[in-house]
């Protein structure tokens, strides 16, 4: 089936969501292929992919090489790209023009976006362009230094209604749905309660209309993942395993053998004229 921003709302309170970042095409393809509903090219691309320590370099040039890539990739999940830092944070008319260029240039279906209330605009604007918008509250990696690290953020009375505040704002602002990051379970919970539009969760308990996950945490590349994660494979290993023994096996000069070259019928006779 293929997924739309009004099918994936129009799961809320149905079946579980399902969301997976994705960089490349061959990823995408295997995430496609699972059936998950939307493939997410996160900004955490800095992170997992570019070897940065956080996302706040990740560029939109950037976000659209991968997310053309990941276009290639994908027949039936919805495509949604991140907006990066500083890509929406001057003005609606830089705003919309950039969130443009994620729906023409890189074939995204809709955009995501980080902050509540103080970005409802910018979430308004881009809805009236016609550019669906997923917003992304809570622990909000561009606000890494704002925040003094990586913190679960909501853990008093005040911080948690600013949370709810700002689920509101987006969703009152016309975003199709929301991420919630690095929230206490129940808050979690509490919000996708009280929301119209579905909450997709990471870190952010069980009760929430959909999870995502980012693939390297999913499949164990990640040298260290957070505790939210949960890891579905072991494919680091399987690398390196495979790594070391291709060495070995070039240095043994046991790869290629006969059965890896290609070998021509009148190969000697060639090689015999050759000078
Ligand atoms: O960039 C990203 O991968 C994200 C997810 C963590 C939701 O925003």
């Not at 008319?93 to 970005?119: M, P, S, W, Y």
């Not at 669906?132 to 990586?150: D, E, K, R």
């Not at 790869?255 to 290609?262: L, Q, T």
Request: net charge negative.
């Amino acid at each position: 089936m293929k997924n739309t921003v009004s099918t994936f709302r129009a799961q809320k309170g149905l079946d579980k969501l399902t969301m997976v970042t994705a960089y490349d095409a061959m990823t995408a393809r295997y995430v496609d292929e699972c059936g998950i509903h939307a493939i997410l090219v996160g900004d955490s691309l800095g992170m997992v992919v570019l070897g940065l320590d956080d996302t706040l370099s990740v560029t939109l040039d950037d976000m659209i090489h991968h997310c053309k890539a990941v276009a290639r990739g994908t027949r039936n999940a919805l495509l949604v790209c991140d907006m990066p830092f500083m890509t929406y944070h001057v003005n609606t008319d830089e705003t919309v023009r950039n969130a443009g260029r994620l729906i023409q240039e890189a074939r995204a279906h809709a955009v995501k976006l980080e902050g509540g209330v103080d970005f409802a605009g910018e979430v308004r604007a881009l809805t009236r362009a016609s550019i669906p918008v997923m917003g992304h509250i809570g622990l909000t990696p561009q606000s890494v230094l704002s925040f003094g690290g990586f913190k679960v953020q909501g853990k008093s009375i005040a911080a948690a209604q600013k949370i709810v505040d700002d689920a509101r704002a987006i969703q009152d602002a016309g975003a199709f749905s929301i991420v919630l990051e690095g929230i206490p379970a129940r808050l979690g919970g509490w919000i996708t309660k009280n929301l119209e539009i579905p909450t997709i969760g990471i870190g952010a308990g069980p009760d929430c209309d959909g999870q995502v996950l980012v693939v390297q945490d999913l499949l164990g590349i990640t040298e260290r993942s957070p505790k939210f994660v949960k890891r579905y494979g072991d494919v680091g290993s399987a690398m390196k395993q495979a790594f070391c023994a291709y060495k070995e096996d070039v240095q043994a000069g046991q790869f290629p053998d006969a059965s890896y070259s290609y070998n021509v019928e009148a190969e000697e006779e060639i090689i015999a004229h050759l000078k």
